[in-house]
């Protein structure tokens, strides 16, 4: 199906200067490419926010839409306001899984086709009305539970091997202080 038949874009958005105290803002660099982690500190005071931001939900997906070659894609777990370089989607659950949306427009072949989508020179950006008519795959929606279960398997693996990593770096530093 076209990536527009399964979600659509939220284009919800909230002037910082009307509220007050802290919130959680995503920019482009809380984003990292290629892992959909975010990184970085995201909690602002609304004061030192100066122009309107875009407003997420938990589910909703993040896409840099800005320099979208970093592919930068966040499946939200926090409620917040981001910048408007970042296009909020969100998954249409009868028909796909949030989990399963962030994981295909992070894809290799997804981004290859957005890039033929580019336009600037100089900051090169996508319109959610070209990525929109992208094609992508649509398993039924049994299959895609167990897809992203076997993906958060995968990822719970990989984060293990982080702190082992960490660890043993850890260990390897100390010795040397000691040496």
Known sequence: MRLGEVCERVQDQLNPQNIKGRINCIGLENIESNTGLLIGNIDADVKTIKSTKGIFQINDVLYGKLRPNLNKVWLANI???????????????????????????????????????????????VSFDYISKIK???????????LVAEAEKEQEIIEANKRLINIMEQKITDLLNDI
């Open 79 to 125: 409620e917040g306001i981001c910048s408007t370089d970042i296009l909020i989607l969100r998954s249409h659950e009868n028909k796909i899984l949030p989990n399963l949306l962030a994981q295909i427009l992070r894809n290799f072949e997804f981004n290859k086709e957005v890039l033929k989508g580019l336009n600037g020179a100089q900051l090169p950006r």
């Open 136 to 146: 992508i795959p649509l398993p039924p929606l049994e299959i895609q539970k167990q």
